[in-house]
Structure formats: structure tokens, C-alpha cells
Nanobody
Framework: QVQLVESGGGLVQAGGSLRLSCAAS????????MSWFRQAPGLEREFVAT????????YYADSVKGRFTISRDNAVNTAYLQMNSLKPEDTTVYYC????????????????WGQGTQVTVSS
């Protein structure tokens, strides 16, 4: 069983940057595809980005493509989400998730979740 803890959220002005981290414990993340989702109050969880076990393949939601970059360092058991050119509509809680299944953008295919970190972008 892997446990995930996100950090790095906060308040930033529009156009600014944040780097989220997802630190894993209990099991090496090299067994898992790692992804980021986000969820605003009252809305369904939204896929943001995913990265394969080795980091050789990534995929992004259209809403963040070109602005966000997902990465991972299996040696330190951590995944990252670099967020640039942030917009007010990026404001929400961001969740890290791990899956031992094939590539998926569906939250139901992820068994392991962090507690979330709040990102707030002011205009």
C-alpha cells in the first residue's frame, strides 16, 4: 500500500507559478502510474496530468497543456506538477493519485490518493 502526501499549494497571482509535490511512502512509486487531478467544490474530480511508471510518457488535459508539466523522481519517491502561467480558473484543490493499471484519465481507475493541496490564483 502506498501513501501519498501533497504539498506546495498556496496563493499566487495570475500569471505566476507553483510547484506541487507528491511524496510517497510505504511502497516505491516505480510500481505506479502517477497522476494529478483537481476538484472544485460541488464539481466532479477533473483529470489534470499523468505520467508513466518510468516517466517516459506524459499526457495532459487540454486546459493545462503547455502550462503545466508533470514529472517524477522514483529515486526520491516523489511526483511533481509544475504549474506556470496560472489562471484564476486553476483555483481549486489538487490531488495526487497512483494507479497500477494502464493509462487512464478516470479517477475510478486510481486506488491511492493524497489528501489534496489548495491552489488559489488571484486575478
Amino acid at each position: 500500500q502506498v501513501q501519498l502526501v501533497e504539498s506546495g499549494g498556496g496563493l499566487v497571482q495570475a500569471g505566476g507559478s507553483l510547484r506541487l509535490s507528491c511524496a510517497a511512502s510505504g511502497r516505491t512509486i516505480s510500481f505506479y502510474r502517477m497522476s494529478w487531478f483537481r476538484q472544485a467544490p460541488g464539481l466532479e474530480r477533473e483529470f489534470v496530468a499523468t505520467i508513466s511508471r518510468t516517466g517516459g510518457s506524459t499526457y495532459y488535459a487540454d486546459s493545462v497543456k503547455g502550462r503545466f508539466t508533470i514529472s517524477r523522481d522514483n529515486a526520491v519517491n516523489t511526483a511533481y506538477l509544475q504549474m506556470n502561467s496560472l489562471k484564476p480558473e486553476d483555483t481549486t484543490v489538487y490531488y495526487c493519485a497512483a494507479s497500477d493499471r494502464a493509462m487512464s484519465t478516470m479517477d475510478r481507475d486510481y486506488d491511492h490518493w493524497g489528501q489534496g493541496t489548495q491552489v488559489t490564483v488571484s486575478s
